[in-house]
């Protein structure tokens, strides 16, 4: 494409739009943290090279022509083709709940060096956990880290509205732990486990590596991705269907 001007960049495939017959609109969460969408052409032509380079959740090396509107794909290296969420359906839905909460943290214009090697580490993380809880958890640890990260970090340590140190009760709506008398104002709060607290605690506090090795029964877990969910939906104000599919598996 001759006159245009091209940049490179590092992208995660976040989704896929279709375009026409054979091409697609890829979204891409860049290495500096913003979000672009650019047009694949020929992405969908069967057995095309492109193909496997756009594939959702593939971190690509791009070279992007700017195009009147969005970008398009002129060259595109694979470097991670996170081959191990492939074919494996809770690893896949895991991805994709992550995916889309990235695509709902991450801006055309926001530049931000964290969230990028946080989605790489958490999409290997999905790789590699070792069973469905650890999946749970990791999926639960990179929503609570990035929405921590944006601003919506839950309190945990004390009631969120008196300050009273021992809060038995949650609400993602008044953001984080409450006590009882001050939880009975607040419609929706659920009773938490001190256990409980603390987990959501590591979960923002601790490495993936010392995650995937914790000890934790398959019903934390789970209990943890739901509380993630909550936690994403109500402060980004959004309908997350990847994670529901998730949670529903
Ligand atoms: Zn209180």
């Not at 709506?173 to 607040?186: I, M, N, P, T």
Request: proline share 4%; with cysteine; charged share 20%.
């Amino acid at each position: 494409m001759p006159g245009r001007r091209t940049h490179r960049t590092r992208g995660i495939v976040l989704d896929h739009v279709k375009l026409g017959e054979q091409d697609l609109i890829v979204t891409l969460l860049a290495a500096d943290g913003t979000q672009a969408r650019a047009v694949a052409k020929g992405a969908r032509k069967p057995g095309g090279r492109l193909a496997a380079r756009v594939e959702l959740f593939s971190e690509t090396d791009f070279l992007l022509a700017s195009g009147r509107s969005l970008g398009i794909v002129s060259e595109a290296t694979l470097v991670d083709a996170h081959g191990r969420l492939r074919g494996d359906l809770e690893r896949v839905s895991a991805a994709s709940a992550a995916c889309e909460v990235a695509r709902l943290t991450s801006f055309e214009d926001a530049e931000d060096p964290f969230v990028y090697p946080l989605l790489s580490r958490a999409l290997k993380a999905f790789e590699e956990a070792a069973d469905q809880a650890h999946l749970d958890l990791a999926v639960a640890a990179y929503v609570f880290k990035v929405l921590a990260h944006g601003g919506w970090s839950p309190e945990l340590a004390r009631c969120i509205a008196c300050g009273d140190p021992s809060p038995m009760w949650f609400s993602a709506a008044a953001g984080g732990a409450l006590c009882e008398s001050c939880a009975r104002d607040v419609p929706g709060a659920e009773p938490i486990a001190p256990s409980q607290l603390a987990w959501v605690r590591a979960l923002i506090g601790s490495t993936f590596d010392r995650l995937l090795a914790a000890d934790v029964t398959p019903e934390s877990a789970l209990w943890l991705a739901g509380c993630a969910h909550t936690w994403a939906a109500t402060h980004l104000d959004a309908r997350l269907r990847a994670f529901e599919f998730m949670l529903a598996l």
